[in-house]
DNA sequence: ATACATGGTACACAAGTCACC
DNA sequence: CGGTGACTTGTGTACCATGTA
């Protein structure tokens, strides 16, 4: 912290016994101090702590990992960390982490690939972390629990429940029942589809919960517009949904999907929300500045960050492997401008 | 990567002398062969080979750094995660980083906050880091080099030259002269601006360059309008900009704000870019797709991490420090329909 | 005789811990 | 309370002796 580099006369920098010598007490008394044994004299505790703070002295972290096995790091295997989502939940995962005194080695797999991410499992493992902590699209795995190590403590941040492990994720069916619902209820006769990439655990269930809303108000569904998570995609699939006079109302599976409707829209001349309405997921920071505002659904991915490394923190502390534990984060409405009744 | 725990038959994980026992040499013979020691018998490297195979034998790390004093780990200080800007650079930092053979530990820390600065470096020092890349907005500490600990690698990052230290950054002022030298081609005689957030780097430089095209075109700056970097701030510009008619043209500091801006102008009725023209800095991915498409600043932030990873790995392997290198990657102009002429 | 390939031993790295006084 | 000494964790490595080609 200071810069200076504070070391022993002997030039190195100083290790357990430099203090002892200085404090005047052996090498034991030091780890004790350290370590917070409670048979320590309050004066001799603080002599040694004078010694530690004149000398600089910093644990060796090697060492220390060597002897109690264990690193204070967890491993984190994400994917698409630039789209909103993923970075939320990353974000979250690392100011719990730090809070609770880990470090967090994040790994990126840029793809939906299996053996990428076990590749990545394998190498972080072999760095010896405590624990591990996976955000990437994994539901095509259903055997996964299998392909891990098993004495790794592992929790999932991910889209939706993992086969044999503790998982947060949010109810992205909920989410996309609720929008659906909601333009069913302003009249909507019709809603249409804008879906995100294939392979994703959430594209399916917000799929599944517009389907779920549908069904339930026996309305049957149109095809659903093949998509993405980019704006370009909802660009393409929003001149598809121009062009259809029937269209009053479309679902889209996040909010860049979203951003490019709105364009699309807006280029042919149509209106949202009097003509068309459109929504979004994620409610991602720009979303109420679109034109117009969009109606979307909140989802607190810092906190499914959070509740996935406490999750973690309890299997390391407590060792005993409970149940799977599967915590569900309710997403939340957020109705804005770009929805209203349809056209009469 | 099997899952399968391969252990030896005491139960515990195996370490250099069961692969030395299995293959029937010595624990030294292993080492040279894990260490590429040329004279090994292939025969022999074949044999060891097969016993760490079978085994299912992974080296120490703890062990290896104990001795090399190398952890293959390099800490990675940042803040604002969340924004566009700084997640693209930690993104090409963590690829570069991982291609060379480095993990890299994250440690996100909030605000310009010097002290919460020093505070993650101290601690990624203490974990025994190889070397720490910067990407905090720094340049409110001139004497920073002396704060940080004497003998580990450092390259920054961030929005401009550090004091001292090696780094990568972007031609911000040149970036925002580009733009605004566009707007004043196409015959604004005004151009205002929409400032970053105070104590960033990056604000200050854009500013900077708006102020100079100005100043070579004998054009005297209106004030700049309190920004940030997100789209609320945009917005809340842009509406005290709607009502000025004399404004044809805004020079924002990110794509968000101009995103805010875009929104406010047109709940107003200000058309773009008829009446005003918009500019944004970044190049976000939706901003392409925005109404109207977004002229802007591409910077190639991956590259900005991967250059600052490269820097880097030259003083780790070099060791010599050679004179602070600094690297500038130049922007390019995105010319898009958020532009025209004035109205006359 | 001269490389080369390997074994054996010993110690270093820095901290944690146990038994005993 | 706290000192002493010995031993542990898993690798790296220097040194020196051997054997083989």
Same mark, same amino acid.
């Given at each position: 912290?200071?810069?200076?580099?504070?070391?022993?006369?002997?030039?190195?920098?100083?290790?357990? #016994?430099?203090?002892?010598?200085?404090?005047?007490?052996?090498?034991?008394?030091?780890?004790?101090?350290?370590?917070?044994?409670?048979?320590?004299?309050?004066?001799?505790?603080?002599?040694?702590?004078?010694?530690?703070?004149?000398?600089?002295?910093?644990?060796?972290?090697?060492? *220390?990992?060597?002897?109690?096995?264990?690193?204070?790091?967890?491993?984190?295997?994400?994917?698409?960390?630039?789209?909103?989502?993923?970075?939320?939940?990353?974000?979250?995962?690392?100011?719990?982490?730090?809070?609770?005194?880990?470090?967090?080695?994040?790994? #990126?797999?840029?793809? #939906?690939?299996?053996?990428? !991410?076990?590749?990545?499992?394998?190498?972080?493992? @072999?760095?010896?972390?405590?624990?591990?902590?996976? %955000? /990437?699209?994994?539901?095509?795995?259903?055997?996964? *629990?299998?392909?891990?190590?098993? @004495?790794?403590?592992?929790?999932?941040?991910?889209?939706?429940?993992?086969?044999?492990?503790?998982?947060?994720? &949010?109810?992205?069916?909920?989410?996309?029942?609720?929008?659906?619902?909601?333009?069913?209820?302003?009249?909507?006769?019709?809603?249409?589809?804008?879906?995100?990439?294939?392979?994703?655990?959430?594209?399916?269930?917000?799929?599944?919960?517009?389907?779920?809303?549908?069904?339930?108000?026996?309305?049957?569904?149109?095809? &659903?517009?093949?998509?993405?998570?980019?704006?370009?995609?909802?660009?393409?699939?929003? +001149?598809?949904?121009?062009?259809?006079?029937?269209?009053?109302?479309? &679902?889209?599976?996040? @909010?860049?999907?979203?951003?490019?409707?709105?364009?699309?829209? *807006? $280029?042919?001349?149509?209106? !949202?929300?009097?003509?068309?309405?459109?929504?979004?997921?994620? @409610?991602?920071?720009?979303?109420?500045?679109?034109?117009?505002?969009?109606?979307?659904?909140?989802?607190? +991915?810092?906190?499914?960050?959070?509740?996935?490394?406490?999750?973690?923190?309890?299997?390391?502390?407590?060792?005993?492997?409970? /149940?799977? $534990?599967?915590? !569900?984060?309710?997403?939340?409405?957020?109705?804005? /401008?770009? %929805?209203?009744?349809?056209?009469?």
């Amino acid at each position: 912290m200071t810069g200076t580099e504070v070391a022993t006369p002997a030039g190195r920098p100083p290790v357990m #016994t430099d203090v002892a010598r200085r404090a005047g007490v052996s090498h034991q008394t030091v780890s004790r101090v350290l370590n917070g044994h409670p048979s320590i004299r309050p004066e001799t505790r603080e002599r040694v702590q004078r010694a530690i703070d004149e000398l600089g002295y910093r644990r060796n972290r090697a060492a *220390r990992a060597l002897v109690t096995r264990r690193t204070l790091t967890v491993g984190v295997v994400a994917s698409s960390t630039s789209l909103f989502g993923p970075s939320s939940t990353l974000h979250g995962v690392e100011r719990a982490a730090h809070a609770a005194g880990y470090a967090t080695i994040l790994s #990126t797999s840029d793809a #939906t690939d299996r053996d990428g !991410v076990l590749a990545r499992v394998a190498q972080l493992s @072999d760095r010896g972390v405590d624990g591990l902590l996976l %955000t /990437a699209p994994l539901h095509e795995v259903p055997d996964l *629990r299998e392909h891990l190590p098993a @004495d790794l403590p592992t929790v999932c941040a991910t889209g939706g429940p993992v086969t044999g492990l503790p998982s947060v994720h &949010v109810d992205h069916r909920a989410g996309a029942r609720a929008v659906t619902e909601l333009l069913l209820r302003q009249g909507h006769r019709e809603v249409r589809h804008v879906g995100g990439s294939p392979g994703w655990f959430e594209a399916a269930e917000r799929e599944g919960g517009w389907r779920d809303a549908l069904a339930a108000a026996g309305v049957a569904p149109a095809p &659903v517009l093949a998509g993405g998570w980019g704006a370009a995609e909802g660009y393409v699939a929003g +001149l598809a949904l121009a062009d259809d006079p029937a269209t009053t109302a479309v &679902v889209a599976a996040n @909010d860049q999907l979203a951003l490019g409707l709105l364009r699309a829209l *807006r $280029e042919r001349g149509v209106d !949202v929300p009097r003509r068309v309405s459109v929504t979004g997921f994620d @409610d991602a920071p720009e979303s109420a500045y679109l034109s117009p505002p969009l109606t979307t659904v909140r989802q607190d +991915l810092e906190r499914v960050g959070r509740e996935a490394v406490g999750l973690l923190l309890e299997r390391l502390a407590g060792g005993v492997a409970t /149940a799977p $534990e599967h915590r !569900v984060v309710v997403p939340e409405l957020v109705v804005r /401008a770009s %929805t209203g009744p349809p056209p009469r």
